[in-house]
């Protein structure tokens, strides 16, 4: 191939996606299917408005002119914010995004490592954990409502990442997914769980600098299917020996570029806006008469 010098090589294919999605009403593999199948991206999208533009149709026989919308609903957040668009711009992604996914905390491991003893679900009995023991959480992310794989789009250079952080009596006790302060720039964890393509160029350098025609072989591939999940096993932590019971909190957060890519154009920081999935069960303690209750912050 004259791009390469290689093949042609599907580095950010949508479109099968798409059609492999129970959204499609052609896959079968989905967990999750909408009520009526979908027969275009544009019909998500790209909906129709009315509009009197030159290339205006009557597309769906109403008699009236349409254009799709170009806003494009649940894409990139992070451009409109540094063009200082209305508030109204962004507002609409977040409204689109409602419920497309969700986090779960879903069981507790005692013992601390993969292999210990699983203990779950969680709920609708909430385990208690013995001060002084170490334990991993398991934590589910889910595609409820997307018609193709998360993260799509450029999935090289997007930076999406789980956050979990296990507090008692107001005292993090572990942590997975932080970001640093401003003098680092706010970077990532590197140790966090990535949600994304990890893709490397012929020379094992990864493609992180939007260059796709670089592109010669993932070294890991965390997308999530569409209406599919992912188990995520992370934020180890040892109980403290105090009558408190620990809080969890689970938040999925959407970089539209890796921390790499502004630092290469020679931006010193960027402000980035986060979609978050919170998740905060409280997990009782059998060292004492604690109780047990479970909120989703907004």
Known sequence: MELNQYKFLRGQNHYDSYHLSGVSGHGAQSFYYPEKAVHNC?????????????????????????????????????????????????????EFNEGVMRVDLFGVKDGGTVDSPLIAPIRPEVPALAPGRSYLLETVIRTMKMGHHFTQGTADSNQV??????????????????????????????????????????????????????????LYNHQIPPGAADVVAGAGARHPHRPHAPSVECRRHHHSSATEIPRAAGWAQIEYLCCRNHLRPTLPSNAGSVGCSARVPG
Not at 42 to 51: A, I, R, T, Y
Not at 71 to 86: C, V
Not at 172 to 201: A, C, H, Q
Request: proline share 6%; with cysteine; net charge negative.
């Open 161 to 218: 990442w789980l956050e979990v952080t296990v507090e008692s009596d107001g005292r993090v006790i572990g942590k997975s997914g932080g970001m640093g302060d401003e003098e680092t720039g706010r970077e990532v964890d590197p140790w966090s769980f990535f949600v994304n393509v990890y893709m490397l160029d012929r020379e094992g350098n990864r493609i992180d600098r939007r260059n796709p025609e670089d592109i010669f072989i993932p």
């Open 42 to 94: 544009n019909e998500c999208h790209m909906e129709l408005q009315p509009s009197n533009d030159f290339g205006a149709q009557d597309f769906d026989g109403s008699g009236v002119l349409q254009v799709h919308d170009h806003l494009f609903p649940s894409a990139n957040t992070g451009i409109p914010h540094l063009l200082d668009f209305p508030d109204w711009v962004n507002d609409a992604h977040r």
